[in-house]
């Protein structure tokens, strides 16, 4: 009984309080880096860790994707490799253009591997970065990747989803929130402001502390 009163008594200045402590929470929340780079929280000499750690040290590449091409022509997916080749971090692109010439048809390879790489209305193209899976960096040239794509590709792999991660937690919580496939709003989404706000809170909610 004593202490709610005291808490009545004192509201003013528990209020105050309450608008100090707030300042150093905003800032730390706007200072803390966000960090999607599950690899971190593993141990060094696990198998994952190690291996992306030996492919960044001898070959340059850490990170790939695999991106899956429909409906497209083969020059049409040869200029869209090149494309891609010049995404800021991407360091290789291999597809069929990159073995043999296109005048060769890809159905002379044999059919066993002919299959592992297309189907009747799609092929499909590996890109190798030169960062980790889950870097800043990284995700950003998903995003550009999808940027030059357009919707007859589609981007796989873990730099993807760990890419796609904060958006899905948005949609999850806000199903009506337009969001397109590079990962940003819709221009004409009624609802910019909500997304925005609960965006930064997911983000807020997932960093490493």
């Known amino acids: 009984m004593k202490f709610s009163k005291g808490v009545v008594n ?8 309450a608008a100090v402590l707030m300042i150093p929470a905003v800032l730390g929340m706007a200072g803390t880096r966000i960090n999607y780079d599950m690899l971190d929280y593993l141990p060094e000499d696990m198998d994952t860790v190690a291996g992306q750690n030996g492919l960044m040290e001898e070959f340059g590449k850490g990170a790939f994707s695999f991106i899956i091409v429909e409906d497209m022509s083969g020059k049409d997916v040869s200029k869209l490799k090149e494309q891609i080749e010049q995404v800021e971090h991407v360091e290789t692109v291999v597809w069929y253009d990159s073995l043999a010439d296109l005048s060769v048809p890809m159905e002379l390879l044999p059919e066993k591997i002919y299959r592992e790489f297309n189907t009747d209305r799609s092929t499909m193209m590996a890109v190798f970065f030169d960062s980790s899976t889950s870097a800043d960096i990284t995700m950003d040239a998903i995003r550009n990747i999808r940027a030059v794509c357009g919707k007859q590709c589609y981007v796989s792999g873990m730099s993807a989803l760990v890419t796609d991660m904060p958006y899905l937690f948005v949609k999850s919580w806000l199903p009506n929130t337009k969001i397109n496939r590079t990962g ?14 609960s965006f930064h809170l997911v983000q807020y909610c997932t960093s490493k502390k």
């Open 184 to 197: 940003t709003r819709s221009a004409d989404d009624s609802a910019d402001h909500v997304f925005f706000i």
């Open 10 to 17: 004192c509201r003013i200045a528990i209020l105050i309080l």
